[in-house]
């Protein structure tokens, strides 16, 4: 028993020694790297992918989707419709998105925060500042889900009253779109113009590359989103040279409009459609920009 005792000893006295002769400054070093994989309470966001309403869908917005869900919907239409002829267009309509890490069930780890302070192209903020604190990643997915959806039947409907205003016979139109894993309402206005593109023989978009956001109501108003500087750093990325956003965005739009681009502000889909085609006839001087509107004094 003495002699057991004593090699177990042994053994233990050997690891204290060994743990001992370990520097410093090693032992720092795989703290901080421990301590870089920790979760947070906050939320990055950055400029998410591009989808072209007017093309497929790619596998730049499936990353989130089961395998067989986005073997399922990557090279689809994104808006498929049936009852009128289809008319493509050359041009790109670019919906927007943001990333964003840290969401309810997925914490961003601090070296995500870390990237995101140090970037001069994401912003970082306590989760509560964009959700409710006690949503679960289920909650978050299905309201994401259902936004999306409802942004989808409220573009159908309105493309559907701007064309038939026009003269269009739509009485037979149906609209299925697919996103691919975008959620949330702000993809309205894209699909919208898209939708009124390909059902026109016209090509709208003359061959450019016009992006835009916002969402789109009942009336035809075009509502404000959120994240509009990092959707307007994406949509650069990604080649576009025009983007169409909400009027109610315009405060923030205002001094981070990225190198190349030009925003036109927008309030309704007419204005939105009345921008798009004079973009693509190129007669844009008369555009109007985005511009703040001064306070009233008290």
Not at 111 to 129: H, K, Q, Y
Not at 225 to 241: D, L
């Amino acid at each position: 028993m003495a002699r057991t005792r004593t090699h177990t000893d042994g053994k233990t006295q050997t690891r204290r020694g060994f743990l001992r002769r370990v520097p410093p400054a090693l032992w720092l070093t795989l703290l901080l790297v421990v301590c870089l994989f920790l979760p947070t309470s906050l939320t990055i966001e950055s400029p998410g992918p591009t989808l072209n309403v007017l093309g497929k869908v790619d596998d730049s917005v499936t990353d989130n989707l089961s395998e067989s869900e986005a073997r399922k919907v990557t090279g689809t239409n994104v808006l498929r419709l049936s009852g009128v002829p289809r008319h493509n267009d050359p041009g790109r309509l670019l919906m927007t998105t943001v990333n964003a890490n840290g969401i309810p069930g997925q914490p961003a780890l601090v070296i995500e925060a870390l990237w995101g302070w140090a970037s001069p192209d994401a912003a970082v903020m306590p989760r509560e500042a964009f959700f409710d604190v006690n949503q679960t990643h289920e909650q978050y997915t299905k309201q994401e889900t259902k936004q999306m959806t409802g942004a989808q039947t409220s573009a159908a409907a309105q493309a559907k009253k701007f064309l038939a205003a026009h003269g269009y016979d739509v009485s037979n139109m149906k609209v299925d779109a697919s996103a691919g894993d975008v959620g949330g309402p702000s993809a309205g206005l894209m699909m919208t113009l898209g939708i009124i593109d390909l059902v026109t023989p016209a090509s709208e978009t003359g061959g450019r590359t016009i992006a835009g956001t916002g969402t789109i109501g009942t009336n035809g108003r075009v509502g404000a989103i959120g994240g509009i500087r990092f959707k307007m750093i994406g949509a650069r990325r990604a080649g576009a040279t025009w983007f169409l956003a909400p009027a109610s965005n315009c405060d923030e739009v205002v001094g981070h409009v990225p190198a190349g681009m030009r925003v036109v502000r927008v309030s309704t889909l007419s204005d939105a459609y009345s921008a798009l085609v004079k973009i693509g006839k190129g007669d844009t001087s008369s555009l109007p920009a985005c511009t703040i509107t001064p306070s009233k004094s008290v």
